[in-house]
Structures are given as structure tokens and as C-alpha cells.
């Protein structure tokens, strides 16, 4: 079995180097501009299937769900105050942002508010079910094309890589422990949690690594 088949069945324990990937952060090449676009909007739009199965939201937002909760601010507020918080880790990490860092938070934003005007909401189980799941899948899909670019991560995607980056840990371990961890706090502090949220926390790393391995597969860096 050839180490592209098993990462295929397994999933990337890392972020692989792809055709597209740049070796700059600023100055990426048309072909990795493309690829990051491509890859930032399937995550929004995998976001707002997520949002529209009403199955219950990511992590995150259940965490900045919490912190209003807690202190009153509206939901914008707490979700600018997860974010900073989030940048503010990467220091210790040494994480490197780059142009893919910000137009993660533009076009991604972008993409999930069209989402949820075109996709419609779902109100019968199984398809909720269905739809959520694909959603996981789709921001798995997306976040392989964009990390593989090399011109920085999202603020919280930019806490996986860096944790694996540090500790070596397989991506789809250090992405679980990260939603785990969020989700329980934001948990604790109030914020909403569905069946939706569970499945987000627990399967997104394996999708993400699932992206990954699809992405070495098919467009590896040429030697």
C-alpha cells in the first residue's frame, strides 16, 4: 500500500505541500490565489449548510454564545473577542499570519452570508442530518485547498496547525481536542449546543484531515 492510498484511507497527519503552494505568504502565484478563494468559499458555504440544518452551530460560536451570556455583549462583539483572543495564542505558538489569514476572515464571511440566503432551511430531520453532514465535509474539503496554499492560516485554524506544528500531533487529534476543549467551555458558559454542534466537534478534524490527504493525493508539489 503506497503511502498516497493510505493517506487516503486514513487521512493526512499533516499539512502536505501541494502544487499550488506558495512560497511566499504575500505573493502568492494566480494558480494558489485561485485555490485559496475556491477553498475559503467552500468553508463558508459548508458553514452555512451547518447554520441551515438547524441541527445546532460549530464550537466557536457556542463559545462566543457563552461569553455573551456571560458579559452582555451582543454576539458580533463576543465572536471579535474570540478572534482576537485566538491571534493573541499565536505568539506563544509562533504562528505566522498571511495573506491567507485575511481573506480567510473576508471571503469566508462572504460566502456563508450567500449560503444562507440561497440554501434553505431544513425542518425534517433526516435531511437536517444529511445536510449537516455535508457541511462537515465541505469545510473539510474547503480547509484542505486553503491550508495547502502556504500563505497562512485562518485565526482558529491557525491554532491546529501550530499546536501540530509543536507537539507533532496528528491534524485530526489536535483539531478534536481544540473543538472539545472550545465546546465545553462555551458549554459551561452558556451557550446552545445541539446534535449539529456534537457532530461539528468530533468529525470536523477527521474531515479536515480527509481534505488534506485528498489534496497530496491528487495535486502533489511537483518534485
Partial sequence: ????????LTGSATVPRARWTATSRWRPEALTLVMLVTGLSMFGLGQAMQV???LGND???VLAQGITVRTGL?????????GIGVLLLWVPLRERPGLGTLLNIVVIA???SFGVRVIPPQSDPPFQFVMSLAGIVLVGLGSGLYLTCGLGPGPRDGW???AHDRTGWPIARVRLLIEVIVLSVGWLLGGDVGIG?????LLIGRSVAYGLALVAAFAPARS
Fill in 1 to 8: 500500500m503506497n503511502g498516497a492510498f493510505r493517506r487516503l
Fill in 52 to 54: 441551515q440544518a438547524g
Fill in 59 to 61: 464550537s466557536w460560536t
Fill in 74 to 82: 451582543d454576539l458580533g462583539l463576543s465572536t471579535l473577542a474570540v
Fill in 110 to 112: 462572504v460566502a456563508l
Fill in 160 to 162: 491546529m496547525t501550530a
Fill in 197 to 201: 454542534t456534537i457532530l461539528f466537534a
